[in-house]
Nanobody
Framework: QVQLVESGGGLVQAGGSLRLSCAAS????????MCWYRQAPGKQRDLVAT???????NYADSVKGRFTISRGNASNMMYLQMNSLKPEDTAVYYC???????????WGQGTQVTVAS
């Protein structure tokens, strides 16, 4: 089990940058997948980026080249660096921890990102 807390959201102009943080209640290095999802109003929750326990990363096509997922030097931290933000990136961003063997996913409460045009 793990508790997750996101921070770093806010209002930014198009073309700007934000860095989201996810603080876990335990080390994340043993967790199969650490992910960022986002959900815009009236839309489904979509996967944005994943970092595996091996350190491999994957991104949604819509954010490739603009967003970077990483783990921090502190073993319980994960980040999402978001550059060249667009209005369509506006959403609530969620941190998630996926335990494949147990079939469980744990979620944070979300942080709002708003990109003004």
């Amino acid at each position: 089990q793990v508790q997750l807390v996101e921070s770093g959201g806010g209002l930014v102009q198009a073309g700007g940058s934000l860095r989201l943080s996810c603080a876990a209640s335990r080390s994340i290095f043993g967790i199969n997948n650490m992910c960022w999802y986002r959900q815009a109003p009236g839309k489904q929750r979509d996967l944005v980026a994943t970092i595996t326990s091996d350190g491999n990363t994957n991104y949604a096509d819509s954010v490739k080249g603009r967003f970077t997922i990483s783990r921090g030097n502190a073993s319980n931290m994960m980040y999402l660096q978001m550059n060249s933000l667009k209005p369509e990136d506006t959403a609530v961003y969620y941190c998630a921890a996926e335990f494949i063997r147990h079939g469980r996913t744990y979620w944070g409460q979300g942080t709002q990102v708003t990109v003004a045009s």
